[in-house]
């Protein structure tokens, strides 16, 4: 699942449960944040159309994924982070950013991140 913005259908929902619970499915999440009071900050005046501009999502529905991940003890938080950190390597520290993003609010025991 690549960035969703969209909610999901019920459909879609109980086949994913099904292709994991039946068929061993792995899944695979990258996604970005959701802030309503973010959203907000980020509105723009469009000079051409005269009106505001509002994002319809944030990075990405977390919303929409937490209510898709609930059956397997998944959910994201609320909250948007960003910063940079440093990571030992061969040739010493490697500084690396990160622009946004979420945390995990829940996550099963035996589960891979």
């Known amino acids: 699942l690549i960035d969703p913005e969209e909610e999901y259908f019920a459909a879609e929902i109980a086949k994913l449960q099904d292709d994991v619970g039946a068929k061993g499915l792995s ?6 944040w959701y802030d309503v009071q973010m ?3 980020v509105k723009f005046y469009d000079e051409n159309t005269r009106n505001w501009w509002y994002p ?9 994924l ?5 059956p397997w003890g998944i959910a994201f938080s609320g909250q948007v982070f960003h910063g940079s950190w440093e990571v030992g390597g061969t040739d010493g520290p490697v500084k690396t950013e990160f622009a946004s993003g979420t945390t995990l ?9």
């Open 27 to 32: 899944v695979i999440v990258v996604a970005d």
């Open 105 to 113: 609010l829940k996550f099963p025991e035996m589960g891979f991140v």
């Open 66 to 70: 937490n209510e898709l991940l609930a």
């Open 39 to 41: 959203m907000e900050a």
């Open 56 to 64: 319809e999502t944030g990075g990405a529905n977390t919303p929409a």
